[in-house]
Structures are given as structure tokens and as C-alpha cells.
């Protein structure tokens, strides 16, 4: 999941270069020109990645001038007329679908940070107090595995597990029981999204987790069990306080990441559902824009959530700061 | 049970015993039960689905319709791989698979390649621009420019309905140089300078010190990669208009997430089909089964490739 992930530049900034190569490297900068014929070998090897990454991470930043155009594809951005704000107009308009998208997508953020979040600590907890190294590393490979499975494969397999003809079903037919729908149910939508993303990445977020775990010193267990203390109070009073920074870190890194919320899950079960449940901002921009072809407000609506986006990523960061943690990167 | 471990020698106890220090107290059976019942669910939770869908792959018509048309758990009697004949003796499931796993060998390798030249050239610190290559890194880690503005840069770039619109957008993940640069930031760094006295150009002591020394981060993040390439779903739908170029993640969601049927425009041979529904879990398979595949590769090194930033700091 992005939280795991986005961590992990955090100690980027610590291995940088020694105060050493620093000084060297002030010495050296007067003459660029000729550093650059000294490493032109070196660049040339690490041109192409750079070139890539700044043409489809960069560049594309140039395409959001359509959202101040009235944008054609026949027109192309040279020719399209420039319309000013005309297209931001969703923000005070009130255009009832986007609306919806965006009401839809906090909900959705709501959901998954006070019901998906906690859970890998919970897994984690249970993984770390199970005795045997081997028994552990295999439940491990089990829940971690389905990381890995593409969003296609993962609603399949829930379709084929929950839905009208899946296993349950079937197997509540064969015994004359009720049936229970939850696939293509607009009311459930938001519990099948949820229930997906955990089956997905709860065994996941057990890994950053279970590393601090293993980081606790061990005598502080050792000195409250001979003081007396049982089992749980020693996980309330020593292991739930030394994950209480990470456990703070990583849900201030869920909320800069909270207005993505599962583009590919959404858009793969949008057809059954209808729009009104399913939509989010992500989806509403993919269907107005790339399918509805309405370019000039879906750029718009990319563009703002982009902002704040990156905003919220940046005082999230403040935040991780203010409470003491590194956050994604340095002040 | 005490017995038992009495009479298997002494190693035997002492490696028991450092599983439970001896201040710690035997957990209780209730805790025990909980604790064991909530993992197995946990546990059931991931395989079962998986073989479900595998033993209906296998399944025939008479056994999927004895469990009322539905997935079943025991492929039965009559267990055969005739939807896997049907789907891979050509059609479209076949020329899917194709297209796949050519995307994803091209892409893994150009993206490995790519991925270690520009965080080689970021390793070394007092190489030519390095600091401000390495903020446009980090800065690409922090955003992703969009949906729409990508879509147009791939549409200016004439790469719609190209592979290599699968591909080139992908090519670098930032994170992943960071990664690297880090990894190769901890080889033993005299190995370089006394190569580069003994007249090694970068080139070489790229090739001949640094890429040796960095397998096992090559490994994760080259099987990082592959994993993206082969899931790769929703570039392909924007990307890809021709049905025919389409990768396995697309024809997975046709017909298997749509249920459209499967018939003779999709297979070479229709003459006495599997039933639908196991040929829909056999593309399933296929579609999972590389990654199940790897994954105990993967798996052997991920936490490190994870962690590599996170614990350095």
C-alpha cells in the first residue's frame, strides 16, 4: 500500500554524502564543463532513466494548460481557445457529480483509515507472538502473497467467491439458506471496496510493523514480567507505545495520500453498481475526461486534486514534524 | 507432552526454550485458541479462493453443475485440463498470454537497465549534476502528474496503441532508484576509487564491480518491476484500443471480471468446449500463476528491498 511505501525515502536524506564528498564537490563546482567531460561516461549511463523519468513525470505537467482551454483533440493544445477559469467552475458551480465524486471518495478515506488502517497492527501483533520461527515466516509468505496480484485478479477472485454464482452462494443454495448479495449491491459498494483492500494489503502492512516489533528492546519485557506484569498489560504498557510514532507517522502519511482511493478496484466494478455509489474523484475524472471527452473540466479536476494533493502530502509532513517523526522527507 | 520432549535430547529443549524466555509465562489454552483460530481464518482466507478457482479450472461439466453451476472446492472425478487445452492451443487467450509475457521481458530489462545506469550515476556523489537529478527523483516520488495530462503526452508521443505505451510511461519508478542509489551508496566504495586508478572507465566498474555486487537488489527490484508489468491493467485499457494488442489483465476483466462467453471467435478449436465457467478459472490461473511463481523468489528478499530506506534512516 502506498503508506509502506512512501516511507521509504525517509532514510534517503540520512545516507546522503559525507561532509567529506561535500567539500570536495564545492571545490570542483566552479568548473561544470569540465566535470561534465570527466563524467560524460557516467551521465551518458544514467541518462536514459533520467530522460524517461522527467519525460512521463515532468512533462506531462505541460498538459494541464487544457485546463484552461476548451480543449478538442482535433484542435490539439496549439489551437484550443483559452477560456480562463471557465473550467474550474466545479468548485462553485456545483456540478452534482462531482460532488457526489468527491463526497464519495472522503467517505471511502473515512472508511479506510478508521477500518483498513489498523488492521495490519492487529495482524502483526498476533504474527509476532506466534512461537516458531518457521510456523511465522510461513503465515507470513501466505498473507503477504496477495500483495502482489493485480486489482484484476483480486475482484475476480471476489466475484467468484461472493458473487450471485459464486462459492458462498452456492454453497447457501445447496444448503437452503438465504442468499447473500454483496457484489454489484450499490448499498455494499463501500464494504466490498473495503473488505477487497484489506484482503489485498492487510498482510502487507504487517511487514513495516512487525520490523518494530522486532526492534523492541526485549529486557523491558523481561524487567515488567519479573515486576509482575502479565501478558497483555505488557503489551498495552511496552508494545503498543513503542508502535505508537510509527502507528502516528503512517496515518499521517494515509492522509496526504487521502484523496486516492483504489482508481483500478473502483473503475474494474463501476458497470453494476452505477456511478451515484461508485464514483470517486479519480473514476470521475477518467469517465468525463478520457471516455466523455469533456478534457478541459476533467484537466481541471486533475489539476486541483493534484494541488491538493501535494499539499496535503507537504502538511502531512509538517504534521510528522511537529510530532517529532521524520515524515517522507527532511525539513 | 513434557515426556516426550524430555526424551529428545538436550538441543532439542534448548531451542525451545529460546522461543519462550523463561520469564514469560505459558499463554493461556483460551488465548492459545483465539489466537490460532483467528490466524487460520486469516490464513483460509487467502488459499481457499485460490483453490477454489484452480480445482474448478480442472472441474468438468457434471461436476460444476452438481454443485448448482458454482464454483466447487474438489475437481471431482472426471478432473481434466481440457479448458487449459482449449484456451492455449491458440485464440485470443494465447496471443494475451503472448503479448504479456513479451511485455513484460522487454519492459523488466529495459526498466532494470535504466533503473541501474541512473542510480549508478546518482551513487556517486560528486558526479555532474547529481544533486539536482536526484530532487527531480525525489520530487517524482512525492506527485504523479495525472490522468489526463498523461494520457496526452502518450497521445503527442504517437505511443497510443503501442506496446510501448506499456512500457516507456513505466519505465523508471523513482522509488526504485532510490532504492538502488542506496544499495550501491553501501558497497565498499575503495573498490572504485582503486579501479578507476587502475584506468577502469565507469562503464566498466559499472559492469564489472558494481552490477556483481548488486544482485540480490537487482533480483527484487528487477522482479518489482516484472510483477508491475505483467499486472499492468489500466495503462493497457487507456492505452491499448485494439483488442487485439491487448495483455492478459485485459482479457482477464473481459471475461472473467464481465463475464463475456467465451467461444469460437476466442478459441482455435471449439469443438467440444469445456464448460464456461472452467475455462473463465482457467484464464484466471493463467493469469496468476506466474506471479505465484516468483513471488517465493521475491519473497526471500522483499522485506529487505522494502525496508532498505526505511531502517537506514
Redesign the interface.
Known amino acids: 500500500m502506498g503508506q509502506?511505501?512512501?516511507?521509504?525515502?525517509?532514510?534517503?536524506a540520512?545516507?546522503?554524502?559525507v561532509p567529506s564528498?561535500?567539500a570536495?564537490?564545492v571545490r570542483?563546482r566552479s568548473n561544470?564543463a569540465r566535470?561534465?567531460s570527466?563524467?560524460k561516461?557516467?551521465?551518458g549511463?544514467?541518462?536514459?532513466?533520467?530522460i524517461?523519468?522527467?519525460?512521463?513525470?515532468?512533462?506531462?505537467?505541460?498538459?494541464?494548460v487544457?485546463a484552461f482551454q476548451d480543449y478538442q483533440?482535433y484542435l490539439g493544445f496549439t489551437q484550443a481557445p483559452f477560456v480562463g477559469l471557465q473550467n474550474f467552475s466545479f468548485l462553485w458551480g456545483g456540478d452534482p457529480t462531482f460532488y457526489n465524486a468527491l463526497i464519495n471518495t472522503l467517505i471511502l478515506t473515512i472508511i479506510q483509515t478508521v477500518l483498513v488502517f489498523p488492521v495490519p497492527l492487529v495482524?502483526a501483533l498476533?504474527?509476532s507472538?506466534?512461537?516458531?520461527e518457521r510456523l511465522k515466516r510461513l503465515?507470513q509468505?501466505?498473507?503477504?502473497?496477495?500483495h502482489?496480484?493485480?486489482?484484476?485478479?483480486v475482484?475476480?477472485?471476489f466475484?467468484?467467491?461472493l458473487g450471485n454464482?459464486?462459492?458462498l452462494?452456492?454453497f447457501l443454495?445447496?444448503h437452503n439458506l438465504p442468499q447473500f448479495h454483496i457484489i454489484g449491491v450499490p448499498a455494499l459498494f463501500k464494504v466490498l471496496i473495503t473488505s477487497q483492500t484489506i484482503?489485498k494489503d492487510a498482510?502487507w502492512g504487517t511487514?513495516?510493523f512487525l520490523?518494530a516489533i522486532s526492534q523492541i528492546d526485549?529486557e523491558q519485557?523481561?524487567a515488567a514480567?519479573?515486576d509482575g506484569a502479565?501478558?497483555w498489560r505488557r503489551l498495552w504498557h511496552i508494545t503498543l507505545p513503542s508502535l505508537k510514532s510509527l502507528f502516528i507517522l503512517l496515518l499521517i502519511l494515509r492522509l496526504g495520500n487521502s484523496l486516492n482511493v483504489g482508481?483500478?478496484q473502483i473503475?474494474?466494478?463501476q458497470?453494476p453498481v452505477g456511478r451515484d455509489a461508485s464514483e470517486v474523484l479519480?473514476t470521475w475524472?477518467?469517465n468525463n475526461?478520457?471516455l466523455g471527452g469533456n478534457?478541459g473540466m476533467?484537466?481541471a479536476v486533475?489539476?486541483v486534486?493534484?494541488v491538493v494533493?501535494?499539499g496535503l502530502?507537504i502538511g502531512a509532513n509538517k504534521l510528522a514534524h511537529m510530532f517529532g517523526e521524520?515524515g517522507?522527507?527532511e525539513k | 507432552m513434557t515426556t516426550l520432549d524430555q526424551v529428545r535430547g538436550s538441543s532439542r529443549e534448548s531451542s525451545r526454550s529460546r522461543?519462550?524466555?523463561v520469564?514469560?509465562?505459558k499463554?493461556s489454552l483460551f488465548?492459545q485458541v483465539i489466537?490460532f483460530i483467528?490466524?487460520l481464518i486469516?490464513?483460509a482466507?487467502?488459499?481457499?479462493?485460490?483453490w477454489?478457482?484452480f480445482a474448478?479450472s480442472l472441474a468438468n461439466k457434471a461436476t460444476i453443475d452438481a454443485?448448482?453451476?458454482?464454483?466447487v472446492?474438489w475437481p471431482g472425478h472426471g478432473m481434466s485440463l481440457a479448458s487449459y487445452q482449449a484456451l492455449l492451443s491458440g485464440g485470443v487467450v494465447t496471443r494475451a498470454l503472448i503479448i504479456s509475457i513479451g511485455i513484460t521481458a522487454v519492459g523488466t530489462l529495459l526498466s532494470l537497465?535504466?533503473?541501474a545506469?541512473?542510480?549508478?550515476?546518482?551513487s556517486?556523489?560528486?558526479?555532474?549534476?547529481a544533486k539536482p537529478?536526484l530532487m527531480?527523483?525525489?520530487?517524482?516520488?512525492?506527485?504523479?502528474?495525472?490522468?489526463?495530462?498523461?494520457?496526452?503526452?502518450v497521445?503527442q508521443l504517437s505511443l497510443l496503441d503501442s506496446w510501448w505505451s506499456l512500457i516507456?510511461?513505466?519505465?523508471?519508478n523513482?522509488?526504485n532508484?532510490?532504492?538502488m542509489r542506496?544499495f550501491f551508496?553501501e558497497l565498499p566504495q575503495e573498490l572504485f576509487e582503486s579501479a578507476a586508478i587502475d584506468g577502469a572507465?565507469?562503464?566498466t566498474i559499472?559492469t564489472r564491480i558494481v552490477l556483481p555486487l548488486s544482485k540480490a537488489v537487482l533480483a527484487v527490484i528487477g522482479l518489482f518491476y516484472a510483477?508491475g508489468y505483467?499486472?499492468?491493467?489500466?495503462n493497457a485499457?487507456?492505452y491499448i484500443q485494439t483488442s487485439d494488442k491487448w495483455p492478459i489483465?485485459l482479457i482477464?476483466?473481459t471475461f472473467?471480471?464481465?463475464q463475456q462467453s467465451i467461444g469460437g471467435d476466442q478459441v482455435a478449436n471449439t469443438q467440444g468446449l469445456p464448460p464456461q465457467l472452467s475455462m473463465e478459472?482457467a484464464i484466471?490461473v493463467i493469469?496468476?500463476l506466474p506471479?505465484?511463481i516468483v513471488?517465493?523468489f521475491?519473497?526471500r528478499h522483499?522485506?529487505k528491498g522494502?525496508?532498505?530506506?526505511?531502517?537506514?534512516?
Not at chain 1, 4 to 12: N, Y
Not at chain 2, 45 to 50: E, H, Q, R, S, W
Not at chain 2, 124 to 129: K, P, Y
Open positions: 509502506s511505501s512512501l516511507i521509504r525515502p525517509a532514510g534517503e540520512v545516507t546522503e554524502t564528498e561535500r570536495t564537490g570542483r561544470w566535470r561534465l570527466r563524467d561516461l557516467l551521465v549511463i544514467g541518462l536514459p532513466g533520467a524517461a523519468l522527467v519525460l512521463f513525470q515532468y512533462v506531462p505537467l505541460l498538459g494541464n487544457i483533440p495482524l498476533l504474527l507472538s506466534v512461537a516458531g503465515l509468505s501466505v498473507l503477504y502473497m496477495p502482489f496480484l493485480s486489482w484484476v485478479i475482484v475476480a477472485l466475484q467468484q467467491m454464482a459464486g462459492m452462494n452456492t443454495i445447496q484482503w498482510g511487514i513495516i520490523a526485549q519485557y523481561e514480567a519479573v502479565g501478558s482508481f483500478e473503475v474494474l466494478q458497470g479519480d475524472v477518467y475526461g478520457i478534457w476533467s484537466g486533475g489539476l486534486k493534484m494533493g501535494i502530502v521524520r517522507v522527507y | 522461543k519462550r524466555p520469564w514469560m509465562e499463554p488465548v489466537k483467528v490466524l486469516a490464513i482466507l487467502v488459499i481457499v479462493p485460490f477454489s478457482v474448478t454443485s448448482a453451476g458454482g464454483m472446492l537497465a535504466a533503473t545506469g541512473l542510480a549508478y550515476w546518482l556517486r556523489s560528486r558526479s555532474f549534476a537529478v527531480l527523483v525525489l520530487g517524482a516520488v512525492l506527485f504523479s502528474p495525472g490522468l489526463i495530462p498523461s494520457y496526452l503526452l497521445k516507456l510511461p513505466v519505465l523508471v523513482a522509488f532508484v532510490i532504492v542506496a551508496q572507465s565507469n562503464l559499472l510483477v505483467w499486472n499492468a491493467f489500466f485499457l487507456i489483465a482477464l476483466r472473467v471480471v464481465n478459472m484466471l493469469a496468476t506471479i505465484l513471488y517465493p521475491i519473497q522483499f522485506a522494502v525496508m532498505i530506506g526505511a531502517v537506514k534512516g
